[in-house]
């Protein structure tokens, strides 16, 4: 669907010459949500941007359904522009346009019937869950509501292709959670491919069956989502993925450490990030085991992606004759995240 070769992006200006995008190579399949993270600057905005040629590359290859986007006249482009929605961080509504307005703009301007467009606006706006909203102006509307206009907007000249600018940044954890929602409905009911950029894993979790991870301009990782997460290789990745595995512990916690009956022997807490497989393994009872130590688990929570097990565990560990040290070996050799939080 998207297939995307050698591409690179050079800003050139007076102060120097910027290389956003590297040598940039993806596969985008027709019906994926294909997520791409990174972290501020990687060039994640400069990739999308490039998509629909809202940035024109410095060179390389950008095809869609077959169609090199970096040969289209102005005229093919404008025309093709409309096979690919684009929704933003900050939604770029019209200020003086009701909802109604926004979602009818583009329909004006592609020259439709006034019926045509009253009738398209109505199921857009049934579809995103505004209808009682259309009379509306954006800043009568919460944060998710103006998303949810930006949407509709976006899907107007039904698109073949969904390009989400950080769409979810500015909204709260409920509403990012009710917009990738309606994003996954409109991806299965219309079977629109997505292309979505952040640089929250949760975000990442939460929808794509799809990833990529871009690092200085580079597309470092990228493949389906459990494939990538369950056998990171880059740090960056091993860092996102730490992000949600190795999750803020509770507050109380760290006054549970502190009261803890210490005894004679050596010990540490430490707090261990899994994901996949690895938890159908007896782990624990194995270093109970292997190593003559003492576990005695704090904390601990699990959840999952599309089905798969990751969380966070806190145990304080205690033993003899390095018996700990060794411990901890074996558990990053099982290539668990493993965190000392304190030594006791
Ligand atoms: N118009 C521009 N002119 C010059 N440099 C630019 C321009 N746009 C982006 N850059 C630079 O290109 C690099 C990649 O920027 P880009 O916005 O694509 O990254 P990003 O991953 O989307 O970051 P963020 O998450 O902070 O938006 C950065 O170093 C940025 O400063």
Redesign the pocket.
Known sequence: MIRIRNLTKV?R?ASGN?R?LDNVNLDIERGDIFGVI??????????LRCINMLEKPTSGSIEIDGVEMTRLSPNELKEMRKKIGMIFQHFNLLSSRTVRGNVAFPLEIAGLDRETINKKVENLLKLVGLSDKAESYPSQLSGGQKQRVGIARALANDPKVLLCD?ATSALDPETTLSILNLLKDINRQLGITIVL?T?EMNVIKQICNKVAV?EK?RVVEQGPLLEVFSNPKTETARNFLKSITLSQLPEDLKDRIRNLNHGHLEGKIVKVGFFGEITAQPVISDIVRKFDVDANILYGNIDHIQGTPYGTLVMELRGKNGGVGEALKYLKELRLDVEVVENV
Do not use: D, F, N, R
């Open positions: 800003y200006s910027v956003a990174g972290l501020s600057g990687a060039g994640k905005s400069t990739l950080e950029i640089h871009i301009s």
